[in-house]
């Protein structure tokens, strides 16, 4: 008889253990979905998206129509999936950071489809904002340039993206460990063939 009392009581204390699992993801999904990134403070703000709340404010605005908002009552906001690329536009990162965050709480495999929010962010304001030179006189202007400045011959265009690997410095040698403690700098070229 003492068996099957165990048995009741492990079987009380799981289903007392999913009910409160349940009531916490409720209460999470609510503290979420009322939770406004607008109202942290500009510098906070900044540091999270990379944008002061003018600027993502307009951004918002120009794709906000692009964005898919379901009838699904659990469903994230439209509102905080656009700052939630955001934060993975300025981080990289969606796995943990996301998931703790206050204002943005999320699982990853939602994080994870920020293409909800790229997609329409390239249609709207790609073509607006990001060219390649057209004509042979501003690829000559633009390569000129890149010489004067860096020495790397042909080059039209840069960005920071990629890490590559160097040996350790023997000058601010701190300032050059990535995140997986290895010695590198972040570089990524834009090129095009002429």
């Known amino acids: 008889m003492m068996r099957l009392n165990n048995l009741n ?16 993801n409720i209460e999470r999904r609510v503290l979420r979905d009322t939770s406004n990134p607008f109202n942290l403070n500009e510098k ?13 404010q307009a951004v918002f605005n120009r794709i906000s129509e692009q964005l898919n908002q379901t009838e699904n009552p659990v469903a994230v906001p439209i509102v905080l999936k656009f700052f939630a690329s955001l934060y993975f536009y300025a981080t ?33 304001l790609g073509p ?21 400045a860096t020495g790397f011959p042909g080059v039209i265009g840069a960005i920071d993206c990629t890490h590559i690997a160097i040996v350790s410095p023997q000058e601010e040698e701190q ?18 063939n002429i």
Not at 92 to 118: A, C, H, W
Not at 175 to 189: A, E, P, T
């Open 9 to 24: 009581v492990l079987a009380i204390n799981n289903e007392e253990r999913l009910e409160e699992m349940r009531q916490y």
């Open 44 to 56: 906070y703000f900044i540091e999270l998206f990379r944008l002061n709340k003018i600027m993502a």
């Open 92 to 124: 990289g990162s969606y796995q943990r950071t996301l998931g703790q965050s206050f204002n943005l709480s999320m699982v990853q495999p939602t994080i994870s489809r920020t293409s909800e929010v790229s997609v329409p962010i390239e249609n709207v």
């Open 128 to 148: 607006e904002w990001i060219q390649f030179p057209n004509t042979e006189e501003e690829i000559k202007r633009i390569k000129a340039r890149f010489m004067q």
């Open 175 to 192: 300032n050059y460990v990535n995140r997986k403690g290895n010695h590198s700098m972040n570089v990524q070229l834009v090129s095009r």
